[in-house]
C-alpha cells in the first residue's frame, strides 16, 4: 500500500455521461497529481493541485476539471464521455510543489466508456 | 516542450540475461531523472538521479546518468520473471520560482523475461 487511496478501482460508464474520480494523497503529502495512461499515449499529465490550489495544467481537457479539498483530497471530474476517455487515471502525491523527488502514486482508476 | 524518449519499446529476454534500457531527453532546466517499474497498475520508484556519472544500484538494478550526452540507462542483470514489466523513465525540471514542474515520462519500455 503506497498510501495514496483511489477511488473507485473500475468504473464502466456510458458515452455522454459524467464521472468523478477520487484521490487520498499519502499523509503530510501536499500536493496531488492526475495523470491519464492509454495504451497509446504513455502517462500523461493533466493537472496540479497544491494545498488546494491548482499549481499547473497539462493535456487536460475543457470536458476535464479537478479540485483538491480543505482536506487535501482531490476529485477528478470526467463529464461528456467519449469512448476515447477510456484510460487508467493515475493520481500522485509529493510533499511540497514540485516532483523534485519523485511520487507517490495510486493503484489508478481504470475508467471504460461504454 | 519537454520531451522524453525510451528505447526500445519492448524487450523479450530469457531468465538470465542481462538487460539494459535507455532514456534520453531534452528539457529546459533538468533538475533529476527517475525510473519507475510499472507491473500491473501503479508505478512504483527505483531510483533518483541527478549527478553524472554516479551509478545508483539496488540488487540487480543499477542505473546511471550523462547529464552532457542527456541520457540514462537502466541496467537488469540476472534477469528474473519477476522483473517483467514495464520500466518509465521520467524528468522532472525546474521553474522560475525554484521550485520542480511535474515529471514529464517517456513511454515505457516493456520487459518481458521468459522462464
Known amino acids: 500500500d503506497s498510501g495514496v487511496t483511489q477511488t473507485p478501482k473500475h468504473l464502466i460508464t456510458a458515452t455522454g455521461q459524467r464521472v468523478t474520480l477520487r484521490c487520498s494523497p499519502r499523509?503530510?503529502?501536499?500536493?496531488v497529481y492526475w495523470y491519464q495512461q492509454s495504451l497509446d499515449q504513455g502517462l500523461q499529465f493533466l493537472i496540479q493541485y497544491y494545498n488546494g490550489e491548482e499549481r499547473a495544467k497539462g493535456n487536460i481537457l475543457e470536458r476535464f476539471s479537478a479540485q483538491q479539498f480543505p482536506d487535501l483530497h482531490s476529485e477528478l471530474n470526467l463529464s461528456s464521455l467519449e469512448l476515447g476517455d477510456s484510460a487508467l487515471y493515475f493520481c500522485?502525491?509529493?510533499?511540497?510543489?514540485?516532483?523534485?523527488?519523485?511520487?507517490?502514486f495510486g493503484s489508478g482508476t481504470r475508467l471504460t466508456v461504454v | 516542450e519537454d520531451k522524453v524518449v525510451q528505447s526500445p519499446l519492448s524487450l523479450v529476454v530469457h531468465e538470465g540475461d542481462t538487460v539494459t534500457l535507455n532514456c534520453s531527453y531534452e528539457v529546459t532546466n533538468f533538475r533529476s531523472l527517475l525510473w519507475y517499474k510499472q507491473e500491473k497498475k501503479a508505478p512504483t520508484f527505483l531510483f533518483m538521479l541527478?549527478?553524472?556519472?554516479i551509478e545508483k544500484k539496488s540488487g540487480r538494478l543499477s542505473s546511471i546518468l550523462d547529464k552532457k550526452e542527456l541520457f540514462s540507462i537502466l541496467n537488469i542483470t540476472a534477469t528474473q520473471t519477476g522483473d517483467s514489466a514495464v520500466y518509465l523513465c521520467a524528468v522532472s525540471t525546474f521553474i522560475s520560482s525554484g521550485s520542480a514542474r511535474q515529471l514529464t515520462f517517456g513511454s515505457g519500455t516493456q520487459l518481458t523475461v521468459l522462464p
Open positions: 541527478t549527478s553524472s556519472g
Open positions: 499523509s503530510g503529502d501536499l500536493s
Open positions: 500522485a502525491s509529493s510533499p511540497n510543489t514540485g516532483a523534485a523527488y519523485g511520487y507517490t
